[in-house]
């Protein structure tokens, strides 16, 4: 081996060894944090963790009752704005691939999905708290739902150019008006692969809290009025952390925990409704390509 | 068996729902400038040059903060760049086939781990790791190096950099990943046909055809670090004053925002803020629609993003 040769390998395999050692040092903070969520938090999930209110700073116990349901219920109103628009939206999309139009909208749904989400809460704020004068649950909703909006929207378009061509032909030659074809053929096919996206941007909805700030802001109390102020899980999070109380700041371990399940839960279902897309997409068509044009 | 109201229905609301994305956003940067109207028309000269923040005096001075996200966001970058480009190489064209998927789903994951969870993370572990141990370690540099002068309280630009940098990690891997997997393999191939070692197969053949995917894939990470809120907010020291080394406390313009805007009560105030947030959306808008477009122009293959 000539010295050239030599030197050239040597090279390869010191870039190697950083590759490697870059792929390590990524995943160490993931270890890390998980590994003190587990340590801070699991030691306080108890059941009434997850049924009392939350207790009055320096006393032990208490919950966070209401900051789940009020999750629940933001993320409602947030799913319920973007998910048929964004799947409107998608379908759209998948059709005019080329199209000027769909290339801007498609653009600028990217756009929109890489904003700061504190801005869309601006945005709500502006739009809903200031003309009705108090903040409330449809304000956080909404500023969610901003966000959701252009995920659903891709990801939609993305499952739906996976639907054979052939599948759509078929429905059409058998008479199927176009619109039959998309929502009966096309978007059914998809739908798996439709409801993972809509699972993973949910769980990026539930675990958003700038945009909540000044829109739920929070609320200490039982309520499920969207139009008031309401409680969320990571509202209640960030505001535990920061208070000077060793009960409350063990509560925020513990409420970030059970953010973390939630939404691991959420993705882990997804993942198996991708699984069974890839299945019921190879029972469709003995050969699934991505079909482009 | 057709039916043209049907299909003239079903053709106007996919229009309408695909519609709806320009307009929100059209409405929300007017809906944004517009709010910040008597701010940028009283105090424009303070916002963009002025650094101090005294509300009750009115005087808004956005430097610091506007200092303060920039600093933050080039660090962050800096640190997660060549490990996210790491990661990308090593899952897609060095490592060990079948630690591809695992590796990258890892990554991934750190993605799906909310704001607020790194910033409590970084409050009560990254924090007080800082603040005993790596601070004074460093301090003795100080006497040489400025960037790293006491004194070490934790809360700091430095926290909130790491703390960015593991943040944006996972979308600069995961971008530069996909831009990766769209080089042709037939690209790949020459060069090896050509004896090149698989690093330099990656170096002359893979990168270059790749490269302005990765600059938009970079690009999208600094949009996510210029705007992320309060997993920064909750480890920076929120402090109104251009930070003089990496353990000062600094500000941003999107902590700023999540600190004062619930409170804001005077007019003045309301659209200073409005102000800063215009300001930060467009800088984010910029970033984006440059990263988008350069990574879309790699996706689609257009002429000279293969070659260059």
Redesign the interface.
Known sequence: MTTRARQ??R??QV??V??????A???I??V??LA??LL?GLGQLTPTFFTQMPSPPGVRGGGVANAIMGSILLVAIAMSVAV??????G???A?HRRGR??Q??R??????S???????G??A???IVRPSGHFSAWAGGIALG?LV??LV?RATEEMVRLVPVALTEAALAL??????T??TVVLRTAMPGIVTAVLIAM??A?????PL??TA?GNPFWSVDPSRPIAAL?LQ??SY??SPYDEW?AQ??AG?LV??IL??II?VIGRAVVGARAKLLSAVTPRVGRVDE | MQSPLGDRLYRTITTVCAAAIPFVLVLLTAVVVRAAWPALALHAGDLAFGSTWDVPRERFGAVPAIVGTLLSSLIALAIATPLALGVAIFTVDIGPRRLHEPVAFLVNLLAAIPSVVYGLWGVFVLIPLLRNTIMPALLPLGAVMPLFRGPAYGPSLLAASLVLAIMILPYIASVSREVLRAVPPTQREAALALGATRWEVVRDAVLPAARSGLIGGIMLGLGRALGETLAVAMVIGNRHAIPDSLFDPAYTMASLLANEFAEASSDAHLSALMAVAALLLLITLLVNVLARWLVQRVATGLPGSRWT
């Open positions: 050239r390998k090279r390869g870039m190697t950083f590759t490697w050692i870059a792929a040092v990524a995943v903070p993931l890390l944090i003190q969520l801070n048929p628009i964004g799947i409107g939206a379908l759209y999309l059709e139009f769909a801007v909208v653009l600028l749904a990217d756009v929109l890489g904003l700061p989400s504190i801005v869309l601006i945005f704020w502006e739009l901003l909006l252009p929207a008479g199927f008006s176009r619109w039959r998309a929502l769980s990026r539930a675990g958003e809290t700038a700030l000044f802001f990571p999070i960030y952390a920061q700041r925020a371990w970030a953010l973390l939404v691991t993705s």
